[in-house]
């Protein structure tokens, strides 16, 4: 007996489901055109967390490509007529204050002193402005730069004060175009440097260029570009911590390491600034994460549009087939069973749309790739969910035209006219 009524069930609902399957085939334009506010809002959600997924893989790209574990110490500001000159416009740091750190300050690896300044560099009748950095190879190691082509510095180039440079892919294309620049010269002012190196494109970090730059030995910056009246000075200290959980430490060691070198009293403010790269990369992402969250939530907003389309063209279809409801239910048609067939119209429209929906934001994803050049990275979980996402619309939204349907009077539905 049991099992007769089951079997009875299973033959009403296929009934049911292809009396609704039907029914949305006879109605194809309006079909469309409901399904239309899902394809939107689910092609909306797929397309922007594959933006937000792709910017926040090029940022965490960037970063690494600075160096992890970094600490820029700077040198202090001046004041001029009670004015401040910024940041680094008083030379406090020398090389002995980098040997100082090095040799002292615990969860150090690398201790980088840095000379730098924006200079003209001329290669025959081209000439560009470009980053001029003088630095050791431990600079090149803590910030991640590596050689694509020619050697990098050697000892000697530092010791002896040695006119070699190494130059950076954008400036490498704006002087020397398609020419290999190994061995070339360029003048920096009216001191010429023999080219022994490029490096690896890093690409952009905000509205900074990381191939946009030029380093000579620090020792050659010193003596033979820059000048200065504190001999030995520099502009930067940079510091490789360790490990991430050194980088506290390390800040704590050179504060006092600094101040002890500087002879600062215990009231005097510091000369110097450490920044620390690990808090703006933390920033940095948490900046990515938010604007992704509000994307979201934008085309989220679609996908409920489109449910509420849904809704109301599922309560129009209600009032137009007031009298096909009211025959089915003279013949035998319980509640339930209307309700179901509205309900599976509801469902069946808002998956279809979902389906054409990812298609849409895949394709509308890759080609934003494709125009803009930025990253874009699809995976499965968010596809899937917005494909869920887009069921439940339908169901939720398409519950209350199936429950109005549901509640008819036969007789009443079989006189509307």
């Known amino acids: 007996m049991a099992k007769t009524k089951k079997q009875g069930n299973m033959i009403d609902f296929k009934s049911t489901l292809k009396i609704a399957l039907k029914s949305l085939e006879v109605n ?25 997924a792709g910017t926040n893989k090029q940022v965490q790209v960037n970063i690494e490509s600075m160096g992890s574990n970094i600490l820029t110490i700077r040198s202090a500001t001046a004041k001029t007529g009670g004015v401040s000159m910024g940041m680094g416009s008083k030379p406090t740091l020398s090389i002995k204050d980098a040997e100082a750190i090095k040799k002292s300050a615990r969860g ?25 950095y003088g630095v050791t190879s431990d600079y090149l190691y803590a910030k991640n730069y590596e050689i694509e082509s020619g050697r990098g510095f050697s000892r ?25 620049p190994i061995d070339k010269t360029v003048r920096i002012g009216n001191v010429p440097f023999k080219i022994i190196g490029t490096l690896k494109s890093k690409g952009q970090m905000g509205p900074m260029d990381q191939d946009d730059l030029l380093f000579i030995p620090l020792t050659t910056a010193q003596r033979k570009i820059f000048g200065t009246d504190f001999p030995g000075s520099v502009n930067q200290i940079i510091v490789k911590a360790q490990s991430v959980d050194d980088t506290q430490m390390a800040v704590n060691d050179i504060k006092v390491i600094l101040r002890a070198r500087h002879n600062l009293g215990k009231t005097q403010e510091n000369d110097f600034e450490i920044r620390n790269s690990a808090e703006f990369q ?87 790739s494709v125009l803009t050049g930025k990253m874009v990275v699809f995976t499965l979980a968010p596809i899937l969910l917005s494909f869920g996402f887009s069921g439940l619309v339908g169901i939720g939204f398409g519950y209350y035209p199936a429950y109005k349907a549901s509640l008819l009077n036969p007789i009443d539905a079989l006189r509307y006219e």
């Open 108 to 132: 150090v690896e690398v201790v980088a002193p840095v000379m730098n300044s924006t200079k003209q560099t001329m290669y025959g009748n081209q000439n560009w402005s470009t980053s001029i």
């Open 282 to 368: 933390e920033k940095m992402k948490s900046t990515v994460q938010t604007i992704s969250i509000f994307l979201i939530a934008v085309a989220s907003i679609s996908l409920m549009v489109g449910g509420i389309g849904i809704m109301n063209i599922m309560l129009v279809s209600v009032t137009e087939r007031t009298k096909e409801i009211g025959i089915r239910m003279a013949i035998g048609a319980r509640a339930s069973d209307i309700r179901l067939q509205f309900l599976i119209e509801a469902l069946v429209l808002s998956l279809i749309g979902g389906v054409i929906g990812i298609v849409a934001g895949i394709l509308t994803a890759w080609l934003f």
């Open 156 to 180: 000697n180039d530092n010791d002896n004060a040695s006119k070699v440079a190494l130059i950076g892919s954008t400036v490498a294309s704006e002087l020397f175009g398609d020419v290999n």
């Open 28 to 52: 194809k334009m309006r079909s469309a055109l409901t399904s239309l506010g899902i394809i939107i809002g689910v092609g909306a959600v797929v397309a922007m967390l594959a933006i937000g």
